[in-house]
Nanobody, 123 residues
Framework: QVQLVESGGGLVQAGGSLRLSCTAS????????MAWFRQAPGNEREFVAA????????YYADSVKGRFTISRDNAKNTVYLQMNSLKPEDTAVYYC????????????????WGQGTQVTVSS
């Protein structure tokens, strides 16, 4: 059983930065593909970024490409999402997700989820 614990959300002004962290336990972290999704009120959960088990492969939603960076530290069982040049439309609850081995851009293919962390960007 994998447990995911996110941290790092908060309130920031437009143009600012935040770094989200997600620490996993319960399975060998180096076998997990990790991803970040987000969900704003009234919207469906949407893909933000994903990273393969070794960190060699990364994917981003077009809306965050060039502003967000996903990375991982397998020694610390932690995945990060560095968010720069934040916009009000980035406001959402951000969720960390994990699945074994192969990364995916589809939320329904992830079996393990964190509790979510709120990110609010003011204009």
């Amino acid at each position: 059983q994998v447990q995911l614990v996110e941290s790092g959300g908060g309130l920031v002004q437009a143009g600012g930065s935040l770094r989200l962290s997600c620490t996993a336990s319960g399975l060998p972290f180096s076998t997990l593909a990790m991803a970040w999704f987000r969900q704003a009120p009234g919207n469906e959960r949407e893909f933000v970024a994903a990273i393969g088990p070794s960190g060699g492969a990364t994917y981003y939603a077009d809306s965050v490409k060039g502003r967000f960076t996903i990375s991982r530290d397998n020694a610390k069982n932690t995945v990060y999402l560095q968010m720069n040049s934040l916009k009000p439309e980035d406001t959402a609850v951000y969720y960390c997700a994990a699945r074994s081995f192969y990364l995916s851009l589809k939320h329904y293919e992830y079996g393990y989820w964190g509790q979510g962390t709120q990110v609010t960007v003011s204009s």
